[in-house]
């Protein structure tokens, strides 16, 4: 069984009549993710270097059952199908299974139903789908659901999601902390820069400051001035945005003032250091990734 959800992440109804006819999701089938290998030849040097990995792309298609009434409804619920999925365009979709795991596709390939010999009111269809984006499961819902209050019982949450119980391990919104832990319980490592629609971070800064830097787990930062140029100092309620690659402070973009890093943010605890900045809210609220 399977649910499909809009771009909007709001349920979406597969084309059922009022006495029941019409397409049953049956399975999700996918296969594992592609690896793209970076190589070169060395003159002289039998064989080739290996010199990096990424992932590509994967497989994915739907199984899904017509029930219909007759051969005349069989040819019309048919046609809907067909004019569903094109007016549709991209949307997300999960096994009933682990129903809080989404995937972005979109149905770009041609199919067709096939049909028992002798059989009028009953068909079947694999439909194959074009992963949107990156090849990964997300979380239904982002990690600000999450903050300090552990797991809820409201079913936006499944078992395999990598979720530690404790409550203080799931805790997005730190404030006037020199360091703070940050868990992603993806498996798949986020670079914020791509995560437009997905991660967003801002930092509410309370105090009159004019240059501070956040290190991430990997040991690299990001930095507001780095020329500490006077005219760019904040003010205390100055609201700084971190939205993919779009940086804005109080809504103005801001990117030529910081050092350009995204951060990074690792399967597990993430701890981030705080420098040259002490009465502040930062809030992470992200979506997470799984292969």
Known sequence: MFQIYSEDFNPVSLPVDDMGYGLKGMDVEISSTAVDVTEHSIAGVPG???????????????????????????????????????????????????????????????????????????????????????????????????????????????????LDVDPGKLKYSHSNQSSFNIFNAGTVPLKTIQEVDN??????????VANFKITDATGRYFEYNPLKKSNWALTSGSKILLSGHYMSLNNTPILERTNRYFFNLLPGDNTFAVEGLSTYTINFDFRFKYD
């Open 199 to 208: 991660c967003l971070i801002t930092i509410d800064v309370m105090q009159a």
């Open 48 to 162: 080739r270097t290996i010199t990096g990995f990424n992932d590509a792309e994967r497989e994915i298609s739907l199984n899904a059952r017509l029930k219909v009434k007759d051969a005349i409804d069989y040819r019309l619920k048919r046609d809907r199908i067909f004019a569903f999925f094109k007016r549709i365009g991209a949307f997300y979709v999960t096994e009933n299974q682990q129903s809080n795991k989404l995937m972005k596709v979109r149905v770009v390939e041609s199919y067709r139903f096939e049909r028992p010999d002798n059989m009028r009111t009953f068909a079947t269809v694999t439909i194959p789908l074009k992963i949107i984006g990156q090849p990964y499961w997300i979380s239904r819902f982002k990690t600000m659901n999450l903050n300090n209050v552990g797991v809820p019982m409201n079913g936006n949450w499944s078992f395999g999601m990598g």
